[in-house]
């Protein structure tokens, strides 16, 4: 039973009713393109639900479809649907707030305790896979406190992209596209961008990433001696410190933002064995890696390791270490490594890139070979603590929570990186604030994904707070 005082957090039995359709509406993004595989579920359905929800608030609605418009080929074939929508009050400065409506996959080893894909309210939270991010604390937040607006002194654009999960290329990457080739119908056109699909603290810049995956043929104790030398990578990555706090210290290795470098997945098989893809996730923490005294194979089950929290567990691939030299495997056979390298937010991959590619060949033995294409590779983002930008959003967490704030910085990755290079109709750098009710304990991307009305409030209060007080940048 639901309690009237969470739905009334949520906006009104509306807007319960809003969240529980979108939520219970699977809209599972997975893509495993090594093996041709490409999953999007009910994305058409799920944007028509958010489509008619605008246009009950009054809001112009239209549909942007990269397919359609032959800016995007994806393998599949299948729509990418985006919903735009504004509400344009004739103002001088247009504000856009972007969220996504996509989820990431529930595996079969995440226990959940409740129905992933049934929102469903207990112990004083919403649980079901997409609660938080980003039907709760994007699409749902976005258009509750829009409801609640009169007179906003700025022209809005919501979107409501799909896609984001996997890297926004029919979402997010194809708009850019879009701009770039019809600049003067640009759908980003605006003064400053707010991103609800973050933790609830006042960040100035998110990690970058470069993401790679060895090869590897040769016998097992030079693949585990090769291991272990990758592994040790991390205290180089560690000394990286950005001018940014962590937002989690002590769990984080610093009071500062710092570099990582985590193993996030593991395959051998001896040539007797059938060697399986070994997963295509470098951004999953492996919970358990499985190996039997003679089979000469070794397996892992992934664990819910947001993109950004490697920091945040001891990687079982270490801890395993001392079981795997156990296994006395002598026999050659086939290994597969993947890793996940953070950056601070101020650092350039390409050049963390290099530097860690002059640690690989002191380290490699004959049979492994690196694949880490610049694709694969992102920026951070980053705003000094003391922009207009930022300091609007510290303001604005200080007005809804009465308490102080810091400028910190986010360990994961976040979209405002897309906004690098993008331009506000006079020629300014377009700035992007993130922030959101994704905090501790509401499980984004592992099991029991929650959120609890209060943060789904406090959020709520902060886009409506922003869109009051944004003008005066």
């Not at 608030?57 to 995007?72: H, Q, S």
């Not at 079901?128 to 009169?150: F, H, Q």
């Not at 495997?329 to 991959?349: K, Q, V, Y």
């Not at 700035?431 to 959020?459: C, D």
């Amino acid at each position: 039973m639901v309690s009237a005082a969470a739905i009334g957090k949520l906006g009104g039995e509306e807007f319960y009713r809003f969240y529980k359709r979108i939520v219970e509406t699977d809209t599972t993004n997975m893509e495993d393109i090594s093996r041709g595989i490409v999953l999007k579920k009910n994305y058409i359905k799920c944007s028509k639900i958010i489509a008619a929800q605008c246009r009950s608030l009054g809001m112009e609605t239209t549909i942007f479809e990269p397919v359609r418009e032959k800016i995007f080929k994806p393998i599949d074939k299948k729509p990418r649907p985006n919903v735009i929508a504004d509400i344009d009050n004739g103002k001088k400065k247009t504000v856009l707030i972007l969220s996504h409506y996509d989820v990431v996959p529930v595996p079969k080893t995440q226990k959940w305790n409740t129905n992933p894909f049934k929102l469903v309210f207990k112990n004083g939270k919403f649980f079901a896979r997409g609660s938080s991010d980003d039907k709760g604390s994007g699409v749902l937040c976005t258009l509750a406190a829009l409801s609640e607006m009169e007179n906003i002194p700025v022209n809005v654009r919501a979107i409501f992209a799909c896609d984001e999960e996997t890297q926004g290329s029919g979402g997010l990457e194809s708009i850019k596209i879009h701009d770039r080739l019809n600049p003067k119908d640009k759908i980003l056109a605006g003064d400053l961008a707010l991103l609800p699909d973050g933790d609830p603290h006042v960040s100035g810049g998110s990690s970058g990433v470069v993401f790679g995956d060895i090869e590897f043929n040769g016998n097992f104790p030079v693949f585990l001696k090769f291991l272990k030398n990758l592994i040790a990578y991390k205290q180089v990555r560690e000394k990286m410190n950005s001018v940014l706090s962590a937002p989690d210290w002590p769990s984080s290795p610093s009071r500062k933002i710092t570099g990582r470098f985590t193993v996030t997945k593991l395959f051998w098989a001896s040539k007797k064995a059938k060697l399986s893809s070994g997963g295509n996730s470098n951004n999953t923490i492996p919970d358990m890696v499985l190996g039997k005294i003679g089979s000469g194979k070794i397996e892992i089950l992934g664990k819910g390791g947001h993109a950004g929290l490697p920091h945040c567990f001891k990687n079982p691939i270490e801890l395993s270490i001392p079981v795997m030299e156990e296994l006395k495997i002598a026999e050659s056979g086939t290994g597969r490594i993947g890793f996940d390298m953070r950056l601070i937010p101020e650092e350039d991959p390409n050049k963390a890139f290099r530097k860690f590619l002059g640690f690989y060949r002191s380290i490699k033995p004959s049979g492994a070979k690196l694949t880490a294409p610049p694709e694969r590779r992102k920026h951070g983002y980053f705003l000094k603590p003391k922009d207009p930008a930022v300091v609007l959003l510290k303001k604005s967490f200080e007005s809804v929570t009465g308490k102080k704030h810091k400028v910190l910085g986010d360990y994961g990755g976040s979209d405002a990186t897309s906004f690098i290079g993008l331009k506000t109709p006079d020629g300014k750098p377009l700035k992007a604030l993130l922030f959101g009710s994704e905090g501790k304990g509401t499980n984004i991307h592992g099991a029991n994904e929650n959120a609890p009305p209060s943060a789904l409030r406090k959020n709520m209060e902060i886009i409506k707070w922003l869109l009051r007080n944004s003008q005066f940048l």
